[in-house]
């Protein structure tokens, strides 16, 4: 399986998703990835340190073809031994970062939240997106500076602030699509878009001395018009924190995904 037979399958079994080559390379074929199956079916499988050694089902695609016939059980059976082989104590549902397609599975796909319930995962939480419109805008405050990232100001206030966000700044910095705030002392907040999913806003953050300042929004109208200057007129916001950060921007919830585990 190689990213376009990966981006073939999804076509047909998740066309809704419009998953791009770019995106199943990022998401899937990174490091850390194990990928079982064929054109018929595949299961993408990561393992890391994430609180403990655990992995995640990053993806989980059958064919239209080959559905109802336990294939995708099969696979669910075949990833969860691999993953214990690699000495994994635990198999979550697409939330592992830094290269994820979902944070969760979609309460939409009732098909796949069957499977895995009847696969012994356990849920413990959910997650959601945020739909905003690339028309939004918010003025810098006075004394910042906002600017497009080019050098390493915003992985490195990544890293001290929120590491497990340091590979999604340094790919977006790579990219053009980071955004990075400044005062006159120091870096004091970044905004991403287009790191794992086209046109998804995230990571983001902002110094905890500078909240509720403007700085955030600003950083967000940022990406926004980026995004929008490439012709789409909405935007998701994937993995909200803060809900209520992005409401005040006019964002609304537009995707929940189910968290869950299974032992291994």
Request: some cysteine.
């Given at each position: 399986?190689d990213?376009?037979?990966?981006?073939?399958?999804?076509?047909?079994?998740?066309?809704?998703?419009?998953l791009?080559?770019?995106?199943?390379?990022?998401?899937c074929?990174?490091?850390?990835?194990?990928?079982?199956g064929?054109?018929?079916?595949?299961?993408?499988?990561?393992v890391?340190?994430?609180?403990?050694h655990?992995?995640?089902?990053?993806l989980?695609?059958?064919?239209?073809?080959?559905?109802?016939r336990?294939?995708?059980?099969?696979?669910?059976e075949?990833?969860?031994a691999?993953?214990?082989e690699?000495?994994?104590?635990?198999?979550?549902?697409?939330?592992?970062?830094?290269?994820?397609?979902?944070?969760?599975v979609d309460?939409?796909?009732?098909?796949?939240?069957?499977?895995?319930?009847?696969?012994?995962?356990?849920?413990?939480g959910?997650?959601?997106?945020?739909?905003?419109?690339?028309?939004?805008?918010a003025?810098?405050?006075?004394?910042?500076?906002?600017?497009?990232?080019?050098?390493?100001?915003?992985?490195?206030?990544?890293?001290t602030?929120?590491?497990?966000?340091?590979?999604?700044?340094?790919?977006?910095?790579e990219?053009?699509?980071?955004?990075?705030?400044?005062?006159?002392?120091?870096?004091?907040?970044?905004?991403?878009?287009?790191?794992?999913?086209r046109?998804?806003?995230g990571?983001?953050?902002?110094?905890?001395?500078?909240?509720?300042?403007?700085?955030?929004?600003?950083?967000?109208?940022?990406?926004?018009?980026?995004?929008?200057?490439?012709?789409?007129?909405?935007?998701?916001?994937?993995?909200v924190?803060p809900?209520?950060?992005?409401?005040?921007?006019?964002?609304?919830?537009n995707?929940?995904f189910?968290?869950?585990?299974?032992?291994?």
């Amino acid at each position: 399986m190689d990213p376009e037979g990966l981006t073939a399958l999804c076509a047909a079994a998740l066309p809704a998703e419009n998953l791009s080559v770019d995106e199943l390379a990022t998401c899937c074929f990174g490091p850390d990835t194990e990928i079982l199956g064929d054109a018929h079916g595949a299961v993408v499988l990561t393992v890391k340190r994430f609180g403990g050694h655990e992995a995640g089902i990053v993806l989980l695609a059958v064919h239209p073809d080959n559905q109802g016939r336990g294939l995708g059980r099969d696979l669910v059976e075949a990833a969860a031994a691999l993953a214990r082989e690699l000495g994994a104590t635990g198999l979550h549902l697409g939330n592992l970062p830094p290269r994820y397609v979902w944070p969760g599975v979609d309460f939409a796909f009732i098909a796949a939240l069957a499977l895995f319930e009847a696969a012994g995962f356990q849920p413990y939480g959910a997650e959601c997106n945020m739909s905003i419109d690339t028309g939004f805008r918010a003025a810098v405050p006075d004394g910042v500076d906002l600017a497009r990232e080019v050098g390493d100001d915003a992985a490195d206030f990544a890293r001290t602030e929120s590491p497990h966000w340091e590979d999604e700044v340094r790919r977006a910095t790579e990219r053009g699509t980071c955004f990075v705030a400044r005062d006159a002392d120091a870096t004091i907040g970044f905004a991403c878009h287009s790191v794992n999913r086209r046109y998804w806003i995230g990571p983001m953050a902002t110094s905890a001395n500078r909240r509720h300042g403007g700085v955030g929004h600003a950083l967000l109208a940022a990406v926004c018009a980026d995004i929008g200057a490439g012709g789409a007129p909405a935007a998701d916001i994937a993995w909200v924190g803060p809900v209520g950060f992005y409401a005040r921007a006019g964002a609304r919830v537009n995707r929940v995904f189910r968290t869950a585990r299974r032992s291994l």
